[in-house]
Structure formats: C-alpha cells, structure tokens
C-alpha cells in the first residue's frame, strides 16, 4: 500500500496520541479510515480506466491485424483458385435459375393403350378377386371335361 512497516505505524500512534490526544484519538481514527478508503476507491477506478484504455488499444490492433490477415487470405485463396480469372467469365455466362419454375422438363408422354384410367381399374379388379379353394376346383374340372 503505502510501505509503511510496523514501526513506523507505531510512531505515527505515539505522535497523534500526544497531538490530538487521548480523548480524540477514535474520531481520528475514524476520519483517517475514511480517507484512506477514498484513495483507493480512487486508484482503484483509475486503475481500471488505464486497463480498459490499453485493452481497448490492444483489441483495436489485435482487429485490424484479423481483418488484414483475412483480406490477405482471401486474396491468396481466389488467386489459387481461379488465378486467370476463368470461372469467373464462365459464371458470368450462366442464367439464374427461378425459383417460380416448378418443372424443368416436359413431361413423358403416355401411349395410346397406357390410359391412367383403363389401368387403375384393371388392377383393381385382379386385386378383388379372390378365388377359394373349391372354386378353383370347379374351374379346373370345367376347362378338362371341355377338352
């Protein structure tokens, strides 16, 4: 703090003892408690003011330190990349596609015995019958006998 040892403490107290004597030594006390309170509420804030205006400085070189090592970077990068400048002229050429367009191509056209309906009712109907066993039968002895 103030390097201030145990002696030299012990004769402030015996000076201020026979200074302000022994009735208003508390007061002073008090009072030198205050003050010494507000120098370092004092130091302390200037203190803080002096590391924030170095840590400010320190971010502010540490960013513009960032940011030119990245322009440098992506400069490096699109030189790698495309250093004739060939991708770029090739981009340049080709159409945005819409987000509107719900179809790009046309759609496959259906031959004449393909009609949507005739099939979904055709399967319907192999899918519903349902032979038993004895019809079955039945129909076996049917396409014999007529043989």
Known sequence: MLDI???EILVITVVALFIVGPKDI???LRTV???IGKLKSLSREFQN??????????????????????????????????????????LRGVDVVDKDKKQSAWPIPLNKDDEPEK?????????????????????????????
């Open 49 to 90: 003011t002096v590391e924030d205006a170095v840590r400010d400085s320190e971010l502010d070189e540490v960013k513009k330190q960032i940011e030119s090592a990245k322009t440098d970077f992506t400069k490096g990068m699109s030189e790698t990349i495309d250093s004739e400048g060939e991708l770029t002229e090739m």
């Open 26 to 28: 508390p007061k002073a």
């Open 119 to 147: 099939n979904i009712s055709e399967k319907s109907n192999i899918e519903n019958k349902t032979d038993t066993p004895k019809e079955e039968n039945k129909n076996l002895n049917k396409d014999n006998s007529t043989t």
């Open 5 to 7: 040892g145990w002696t």
């Open 33 to 35: 408690g205050i003050w």
